[in-house]
């Protein structure tokens, strides 16, 4: 009798097809689009990040006393292991625009790999990142190099006409829709975030003034369905039960409609990471309360311990 295969993990299967769509697009971009970086720069930025990647998942296997994730499965572990960096470096360096400034290409392709160490909270007993690594090094870019901007949308339909311009998001949406609802699991966080957009794009024609049909235009273009389909659904970074995840997509819509209406340009990144760290923030907020409970519990467990161990004294009846 043949034992039965063993079934892969979707997460990782996800993180694949993640990194192939990507690199294909990266490589379709530079070819017939017109990314407007040079074409050496997303190299650069990819190997960057893998060494990033591996010198600190040896400091930090070191400092937990455990074998680094990259060893024991040979070729296929290591490759398993870089897709998250691959796809953070290529994120960062398709969406940034740093002019000719290569080196802060690569700051915030280091920001991101390292924000997955430094911002960690735990987890049924494991230290997670919460911190969606691309959204928060291009945040963190932004902020501190106002000249930076993000790449403008002709940028990803710049040598194409009319018909491509609209199978290009097309083609991404039908591809990001597939893989969001069989391997990430993250239809309804997608729910929460395109319902509640709607609603504060409204909201905004309504009471600020500003007009509805340009707000909601901004849902055609492949910038946004690109943020939508490969980088609020972060499988790593998101709640995984329904509620949760609606809650998730609409918070960031509704952080991007306050920022917006306050006239903060590049809300879709800064609104993915408040959310985020609100997150983050509750998480950490959950895991103490469970840990005070916890210490409750032992404590009390010891009290009645000690309690059952103190022998009852038996009266003895009086001699007469």
């Not at 930025?45 to 040896?58: F, K, Q, R």
């Not at 070729?75 to 870089?82: D, I, P, T």
């Not at 404590?299 to 001699?319: F, R």
């Amino acid at each position: 009798m043949t034992e039965p295969t063993p079934r892969r993990d979707p997460r990782v299967t996800a993180l694949r097809r993640f990194a192939i769509s990507i690199s294909a697009f990266n490589i379709f971009g530079y070819a017939v689009l017109g990314f407007e970086q040079p074409w050496l720069w997303p190299i650069v930025a990819v190997l960057t990040a893998y060494a990033l990647e591996i010198l600190l998942e040896i400091v930090g296997s070191r400092t937990e006393n455990r074998a680094p994730r990259f060893r024991g499965n040979g070729v296929r572990g290591m490759v398993e292991f870089l897709y998250p960096a691959h796809i953070t470096a290529l994120a960062v360096n398709m969406l940034l625009y740093t002019n000719d400034r290569l080196l802060v290409t690569l700051f915030g392709v280091m920001v991101g790999i390292s924000g997955k160490w430094l911002l960690r909270v735990p987890v049924h007993g494991r230290m997670r990142h919460f911190m969606n690594p691309s959204n928060f090094g291009i945040s963190v870019v932004i902020l501190l190099f106002p000249w930076v901007s993000i790449a403008p949308p002709y940028h990803f339909t710049e040598n194409v006409g009319t018909v491509v311009d609209w199978i290009v998001p097309a083609a991404i949406l039908v591809l990001g829709t597939m893989l969001n609802a069989k391997l990430t699991k993250r239809a309804w966080l997608i729910a929460g975030w395109l319902s509640v957009f709607v609603l504060q794009a409204v909201f905004r024609g309504l009471v600020l003034d500003t007009s509805i049909p340009a707000a909601l235009a901004m849902m055609t273009g492949v910038a946004f369905v690109l943020f939508t389909n490969y980088m609020i659904t972060d499988p790593g970074t998101t709640p995984t039960h329904p509620v949760a995840q609606f809650a998730f997509g609409g918070g960031a819509a509704l952080v991007y409609g306050v920022l917006t209406g306050a006239s903060v340009v590049y809300g879709l990144f800064f609104a993915t990471a408040i959310v985020c760290l609100v997150r983050g923030g509750f998480l950490w907020a959950l895991h103490g309360v469970r840990q005070t409970q916890a210490q409750r519990a032992a404590a009390a467990e010891a009290d009645s311990g000690v309690e059952a161990a103190v022998p009852v004294p038996v009266p003895v009846p009086a001699v007469r």
